[in-house]
């Protein structure tokens, strides 16, 4: 089939890129020149593991190009995803529509022939409703279907997840564009993977209500965890114990220093907005939010207890930057707030960031980037393990903590805390 991605972020990039590989033809479209010239020229604009090998073998064959050509690629194209970014409308809260909105108007005026018009981006219910209307008033009077088909892709793990999914969630009441769609993923649907449909809307709110589950998930193990710090209990055991039950599953059940990145933030506000809108209160969402809002204030706190309120001066290192590990997305990633608040309280910081350096702490003075970790831990006081990183999980610890009054922060449990006594090692975790 012929496809078009439009929009090569995350999502189209690595979509259209997996679409090529099980046999597709797909041109991946933007109108950012400079990212289609470097993906032109083999250069990947994002960090994902075996992205950049899939991408030159399905350039080699044929089966995927780019262009800044957004009508040309829509008129060759019998499948056109929209794919652009939906980012959260800071006075308002709720999904910012404007990309979507102008893709739709692109694709009204390029409509040749019937086509499917399948929204990847993750927007709110009722969006497919008026990009429906946009198109009717195409001049050509072409008959096309507009589908929901919500990405449930993790950074990182993004090519495995859409090779092997848990769900492929397809909404439309239309049966020609459900016929097209379930042979377009055929492929993968064939692996023992769920294909559901269900209607447009229901779909739209599938993906918010995904993602608003798991950050709810993720904020009530960090709750437990907190009590867990002081009752005496590694919470660990109680994930564990918990996760036995099918009922509540062991994935999503890891205490760490609160979710970040470009999806939960964004689509826990941008879900109670939506409900807002039609008079609903998500109270259980809202204060899920401010609880992960408030998880930077906890680890500020226990920072500074357990180097007991002396960070002045003291070097503290950062192992991990970005808002987990696979990826090199620094957005709303958890230590974007904790840098910046022990730098007022007068420390230094080093990181080491396997991506490399980040121009968010450009501009913040007394924040150095090393590269590698034995420049970030040689002369550090503290060293705070941000994310989980596999190259952070066998230190040789010997070799890098030169101070003997070290104390190391793990936030994301990667340690064992009994081992850690035994090499005599002052170790600090999340919840244990
Ligand atoms: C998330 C969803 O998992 C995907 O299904 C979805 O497609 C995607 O958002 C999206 O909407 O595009 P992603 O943001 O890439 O994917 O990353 P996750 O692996 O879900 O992690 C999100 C945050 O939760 C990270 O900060 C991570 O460190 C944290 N997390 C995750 C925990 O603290 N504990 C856990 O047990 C799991």
């Given at each position: 089939m012929k496809l078009c991605m439009i929009g090569t972020g995350y999502v189209g990039l690595v979509s259209g890129t997996c679409f090529a590989d099980i046999g597709n033809k797909v041109i991946c479209a933007d109108i950012d020149y400079e990212k289609i010239r470097s993906l032109k020229s083999g250069v990947i604009p994002i960090y994902e593991p075996g992205l950049e090998e899939m991408i030159k073998r399905n350039v080699n064959q044929n089966r995927l190009a780019f262009s800044n050509n957004i009508s040309e690629s829509i008129r060759k194209s019998d499948i056109i995803f929209i794919c652009v970014g939906t980012p959260?409308?800071?006075?308002?809260?709720?999904?910012?529509?404007k990309y979507v909105f102008q893709v739709s108007n692109t694709i009204k005026s390029n409509l040749n022939k019937y086509k499917v018009i399948v929204t990847k981006s993750t927007v709110p219910v009722t969006t497919g409703d008026k990009i429906e209307k946009i198109l009717?008033?195409?001049?050509?009077?072409t008959k096309y279907d507009v589908v929901s088909n919500p990405e449930f892709l993790r950074e990182g793990e993004a090519i495995r997840d859409f090779v092997v999914p848990d769900r492929v969630v397809v909404g439309t009441n239309n049966t020609k564009a459900l016929k097209i769609m379930k042979s377009l993923y055929m492929p993968i649907i064939k692996k023992n993977s769920r294909f559901f449909s269900t209607s447009r809307r229901a779909a739209e709110l599938i993906k918010y209500a995904s993602n608003a589950f798991l950050a709810t998930k993720i904020s009530f193990i960090n709750e437990v965890a907190n009590l867990c710090e002081v009752s005496g209990i590694n919470i660990e055991d109680v994930s564990v114990g918990m996760g036995l039950d099918q009922r509540i599953g062991d994935r999503f059940l890891r205490a760490g220093p609160g979710y970040g990145g470009s999806c939960f933030p964004k689509d826990t506000r941008a879900i109670v907005t939506l409900a807002k809108k039609f008079k609903i209160n998500l109270n259980i969402v809202s204060t899920v939010i401010k609880s992960n809002d408030n998880r930077s204030k906890i680890l500020l706190d226990r920072i500074l207890k357990i180097a007991k309120n002396k960070v002045n001066n003291k070097t503290i290192a950062f192992l991990g930057t970005t808002?987990?590990?696979?990826?090199d997305d620094m957005r709303e990633s958890p230590c974007l707030t904790l840098i910046p608040s022990l730098v007022k309280k007068g420390a230094k910081i080093v990181y080491y960031e396997p991506t490399g350096p980040k121009?968010?702490?450009?501009?913040?003075?007394?924040v150095h980037f090393s590269k590698d970790i034995l420049g970030a831990t040689k002369k550090a006081d503290l060293v705070i393990i941000h994310t989980e990183w596999n190259?952070?999980?066998?230190?040789n610890l010997n070799k890098y903590l030169?101070?003997?009054?070290v104390i190391i922060y793990d936030m994301r449990n990667i340690y064992s805390p009994e081992k850690m006594k035994k090499k005599g090692i002052k170790y600090y975790s999340i919840g244990r």
């Open positions: 959260t409308n800071k006075k308002t809260n709720a999904a910012d529509l009717k008033k195409n001049k050509f009077r808002f987990k590990a696979n990826t121009k968010e702490f450009d501009k913040i003075k007394k190259e952070f999980k066998q230190l030169k101070n003997k009054n």
